[in-house]
């Protein structure tokens, strides 16, 4: 009853202000610093415009879309987030299986606290995001047991190489892990609903939940102290290890994170199988060109033989067209379908999905456009 209202993705966030506790509502909508990022992926949108054709029957349309070799519903998927399982209860699982069962693509975060075999059982089609250390033995074993788990996707984020700088996170009591603070204890009686639904249940049904699949934490519980302390500090990976990673793993790899088209080029050389363009949500650097800006020049440079794909800001059909139309392969939503997660469980996210995906198909009959495919630059005005 509580979705009953929602006409669009942005309707989502209100609802998951209401019902989170603040620090974890902060934690999922914040950036970094000045959030010049984050405002910048929204603004660049407005940017480009459209000049429609007419009079072309539309009447059937598709947004099915190939990609590795496998068919998809949509050209849009779920962006890896970490602690899902603290907004949402048993948060990753929702969101794998509402993408499963829509059938669109959703990336398991390694800073999950669900084990990542428990997720590509649950839902087969699942990616698995991983942020590696620059170290062989750890790279080997993390690797080693995505395989074993029979995921296809591997995504290596490489916009980490240290912590961002988080103030928001600071000013309103979060970190991870969560200390307990008079605060915190305030914001959970006030918060009932997810207290009793979300943090109580998990506890009662699972115990304490740990980050499992994060080399840096794994093991770690959510509540305790400096589990935090080696991120940032084993983490100089670089191109060097990364072919050493594409030796290793034989599925598809993703390399996500990359805003300069030289990167590009060399993620393209070392034998990545794609690139998603992002800053994060503009979560890391504050002040970087908005991925759908960054776009066309990665295009250029490897878009003919590398399946390029973005996230950042994509919060409406439009938004997935743009991108679209100027090369990319794919687009992948974050926050959105966390906060319809956390109000909504999978009846949530199932219904973020179908307001998307509805938006596209309607979107593409306005363009006058049958298939993804016929989305091209002819049909936008860059300013
Ligand atoms: C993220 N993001 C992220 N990326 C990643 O590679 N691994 C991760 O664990 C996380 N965790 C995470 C948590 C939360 C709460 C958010 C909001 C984001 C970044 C994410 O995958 C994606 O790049 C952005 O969220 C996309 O931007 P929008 O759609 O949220 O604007």
Avoid: C
Wanted: charged content about 20%; proline content about 5%; glycine content about 10%.
């Amino acid at each position: 009853h509580r979705l009953r209202g929602v006409l669009s993705l942005d309707d989502f966030e209100g609802l998951a202000k209401r019902h989170l506790p603040k620090p974890l509502f902060g934690y999922i909508a914040g950036a970094s610093e000045t959030n010049a990022s984050l405002k910048m992926n929204a603004d660049a949108f407005r940017g480009m415009t459209f000049q429609p054709r007419v009079l072309r029957n539309t009447s059937s349309r598709s947004t099915q879309t190939t990609l590795f070799g496998e068919e998809w519903n949509s050209p849009f998927g779920i962006a890896p987030m970490g602690i899902s399982a603290l907004m949402a209860y048993r948060g990753d699982i929702v969101l794998a299986k509402a993408a499963q069962d829509a059938g669109i693509a959703m990336v398991m975060s390694g800073s999950s606290l669900i084990r990542l075999e428990e997720i590509v059982e649950a839902a087969p089609r699942s990616w698995f995001q991983a942020y590696l250390p620059g170290e062989p033995d750890r790279i080997d074993a993390l690797i080693d047991r995505v395989a074993s788990a029979a995921y296809k996707t591997l995504v290596l984020t490489v916009d980490t190489p240290v912590l961002a700088n988080r103030e928001n996170n600071i000013r309103a009591g979060f970190s991870t892990p969560l200390r307990p603070s008079v605060r915190l204890v305030w914001q959970g009686l006030t918060h009932p609903a997810w207290t009793i639904g979300t943090f109580a249940r998990t506890i009662l049904n699972h115990g304490i939940p740990h980050f499992e699949n994060s080399y840096a934490t794994r093991g770690a519980p959510i509540i305790a102290s400096n589990v935090m302390r080696d991120f940032g500090k084993k983490d100089h990976l670089s191109w060097e290890h990364f072919s050493r990673i594409r030796q290793r793993w034989n599925g598809n790899l993703v390399v996500k994170g990359i805003l300069h088209p030289e990167d590009a080029a060399i993620a393209v050389q070392r034998g990545a199988d794609g690139i998603i363009v992002s800053n994060h949500g503009g979560r890391q650097l504050d002040g970087t060109i908005a991925p759908l800006k960054a776009l066309p020049a990665i295009v250029d440079k490897v878009g003919f033989k590398t399946a390029v794909m973005i996230d950042g800001g994509f919060r409406r059909g439009t938004d997935i067209v743009k991108a679209l139309a100027l090369g990319a392969k794919f687009v992948f939503v974050g926050r959105p379908f966390l906060y319809a997660a956390a109000v909504g469980g999978q009846a949530g996210v199932a219904k973020a999905v179908s307001i998307l995906s509805d938006e596209l198909h309607r979107n593409m009959g306005l363009l006058g456009v049958t298939e993804i495919n016929e989305l091209s630059s002819l049909l936008i005005q860059r300013r």
